[in-house]
């Protein structure tokens, strides 16, 4: 007997969002879905410290020394904050929900924050970003279905590195 594949999740990026220009990824979950006001609040400031060509900045959440840096996203990249809409039916007829989103904002930078240890080039937000230099040497020829391999070396994987700290 043959099992139906799951429904496919979808993604809707066309709505007009509004540029957020930077987000903030805190080191922990926070159960609220409505509005608030966080610039009353949450307040970073630059601390004029660099460790690693990174420049380190600093705010307090619920009472607790955050300390963080902004990285932008790689050229050719935009970061999307995602609203799942509820309770859709799959299209194809299936029972079952699907899950499905919607932009509601963009942005360019991301501003990480870590709890008692200070942003360095290693932490692992500034790290996936390395990933995207490995894609694209890994890209497929969809004319031909094939893979297409490009030698990554060092320097490449280094240019990254220089291309984030400079754009932070």
């Known amino acids: 007997m043959e099992q139906a594949a799951p429904p496919a999740a979808g993604v809707d990026l066309s709505p ?3 540029d957020l220009g930077r987000v903030h990824l805190l080191p922990c979950g926070i159960r609220h879905n409505n ?3 966080v610039s009353d609040y949450f307040k970073p400031r630059d601390t004029g410290v660099e460790v690693d060509g990174i420049r380190v900045e600093e705010a307090f959440f619920r009472g607790r020394k955050l300390q963080g840096a902004t990285v932008a996203l790689p050229d050719g990249f935009r970061g999307y904050v995602l609203e ?4 859709e039916k799959d299209t194809q007829g299936m029972d079952g929900d699907v899950s499905s989103f919607v932009s509601r904002a963009e ?3 991301i501003t990480y924050w870590n ?4 942003p360095s080039a290693e932490d692992p937000l500034p790290r996936c ?3 995207l230099t490995i894609a694209n040497a890994m890209s497929f020829d969809h004319v031909s279905h094939s893979k297409m391999h490009k030698l990554v070396t ?3 994987m280094a240019n990254m590195s220089a ?3 400079r754009n932070s």
Do not use: L, P, R, V
């Open 154 to 156: 060092a320097e490449d």
């Open 129 to 131: 970003f390395h990933w």
């Open 35 to 37: 509005a608030a006001a």
């Open 163 to 165: 291309m984030q700290n």
């Open 84 to 87: 799942k809409k509820n309770g």
């Open 107 to 109: 942005f360019q930078n």
């Open 16 to 18: 007009a969002a509004t």
């Open 115 to 118: 709890h008692g240890t200070i």
